[in-house]
């Protein structure tokens, strides 16, 4: 396997959502069309799973998650993630767009749910039992009900979901504005493209007109860290995502993320997990 499994978000949906039963994506689905759901593949859209019945340990980013009926996990644009083939468990998943995202949900609302998606700061398991199935049931009853108005009604029933999921996520108390989150998502999607070619992060507030002081600020009152360290996390994670996930060599990988020497990869590697791209591969797999 040589590429993580880039997956798009179904044209067919053209609101930008999705709600689909768990069930029948993975247990009645022996042969996957696009993508293998067992093994680890990237989202370009959102995600958010509820596990309503059994109990499964469901991969994301490399680690291992213990999810029980009644949790909640919410998977972000960019993340990697697999399911576990040999647990019983039932449950859905509600899928939606960027797009989606900014069309019918108030920018209020993504400011305040934007931890949620938070996962530089650490990805969260969230007790929600409650909400889970009026939401489901809810959202099951609209899409059957045919109308102009249905991604306004949809947009509405999610965010009032994401508001109460957010009352139990710990991190929900921050406070965050709304021309912060805006430089910081501009700045994460710069590194998501371009942190092949540079991984200074003076380059990265030039291109963005904004000083290096002011991204670090904006970095930490986010992600609660620096420009540089958030670069370095980004790439960090990139490295391990292919060490694990694909059969390139650590010289294939180093090129990859665009690094001049495989030498200067080793070194900056190890300097982030004291551990060289070979170890860490070994020790994981």
Do not use: W
């Amino acid at each position: 396997m040589n590429n993580i499994p880039q997956i798009n978000f179904n044209k067919k949906q053209n609101i930008g959502f999705e709600l689909i039963s768990l069930e029948k994506l993975i247990i009645k689905l022996n042969k996957p069309i696009n993508h293998n759901p067992f093994l680890p593949h990237r989202l370009n859209f959102f995600a958010i799973l509820i596990i309503s019945d059994g109990e499964v340990n469901h991969s994301v980013d490399l680690k291992n998650y213990h999810l029980r009926a009644g949790d909640v996990m919410v998977i972000s644009k960019g993340q990697i993630h697999a399911f576990d083939q040999n647990s019983q468990y039932k449950g859905y998943l509600v899928l939606f767009t960027e797009a989606f995202m900014q069309k019918y949900i108030a920018q209020s609302t993504i400011i305040k749910v934007t931890h949620l998606y938070n996962y530089f700061i650490g990805q969260e398991i969230i007790s929600n039992p409650d909400n889970n199935q009026m939401m489901i049931e809810t959202i099951k009853n609209e899409l059957n009900i045919p109308s102009p108005s249905l991604p306004n009604i949809i947009g509405a029933l999610l965010s009032i979901y994401l508001l109460r999921l957010n009352d139990n996520n710990i991190n929900s108390t921050m406070q965050i504005d709304n021309r912060s989150l805006k430089l910081f998502d501009a700045f994460k999607t710069l590194v998501e493209e371009r942190f092949t070619k540079t991984r200074n992060a003076k380059v990265f507030a030039s291109i963005m007109s904004i000083s290096y002081k002011h991204l670090n600020e904006v970095c930490k009152i986010i992600v609660n860290m620096t420009a540089k360290a958030f670069i370095d996390n980004y790439v960090t994670l990139e490295a391990k995502r292919k060490l694990i996930t694909t059969s390139l060599s650590v010289k294939e990988i180093s090129f990859s993320l665009g690094f001049d020497e495989p030498t200067n990869f080793l070194k900056y590697f190890k300097r982030q997990t004291n551990l060289s791209p070979a170890e860490f591969r070994k020790k994981l797999l």
